[in-house]
C-alpha cells in the first residue's frame, strides 16, 4: 500500500477529493454523534461571546485553538469508539478500556477549554457589575 502511494503521480483532482471525505466525516460526526453537539453549541457560545466582548487577536486565537482541539478530539474518539465496535462486537475490559482512554482525552481538551473560556471571558462578564 505504501509503495503504491509512493509511485501515483500528485493529483490536485484527488487532493480536492479528499476533502469530501472529510466533509463526510464531519457529517458523520454532527448527525449521528450526540456529544459532538454539546461542543458545537458550546463553539457557537464562545463565538458569540467573542464579538459581544470584542476579544483581542490572541484571544481569538486561544478560542479557535481550543474549539479546534475539542472538536478534533471528539472526532478522533468517536472513530475509535466504532472501530473498537467493529473490531470486537461483544463487550470486554480491553475494549472498555480503549473507548474510556479515548472519552478521557475528550475530557482532558474540555477541561482547559473551558479553563480558557474563563481566563479570557469571566473578567470581561464581571466588569459588567
Known amino acids: ?8 503521480k500528485f493529483s490536485i483532482k484527488k487532493r480536492i477529493k479528499s476533502f469530501s471525505y472529510a466533509f463526510a466525516g464531519l457529517k458523520v460526526l ?6 459532538s453537539w454539546i461542543h458545537a453549541v458550546a463553539a457557537v457560545m464562545a463565538i458569540v461571546a467573542g464579538f459581544l466582548f470584542r476579544i483581542s487577536y490572541m484571544e481569538w486565537i486561544a478560542v479557535l485553538i481550543v474549539i479546534g482541539m475539542v472538536i478534533s478530539a471528539e472526532t478522533l474518539n468517536s472513530s475509535l469508539e466504532r472501530t473498537a465496535d ?7 475490559d480491553r475494549k472498555r478500556d480503549i473507548k474510556d482512554l479515548g472519552a478521557a482525552a475528550v475530557l482532558v481538551c474540555a477541561i482547559v477549554a473551558v479553563l480558557v473560556g474563563l481566563i479570557i471571558f469571566l473578567p470581561k462578564i464581571l466588569a459588567l457589575f
Not at 30 to 35: G, I, K, R, T
Not at 86 to 92: I, L, P, T
Open 1 to 8: 500500500m505504501l509503495q503504491v502511494m509512493r509511485d501515483e
Open 30 to 35: 454532527f448527525c449521528e454523534e450526540h456529544n
Open 86 to 92: 467493529f473490531v470486537k462486537a461483544e463487550r470486554d
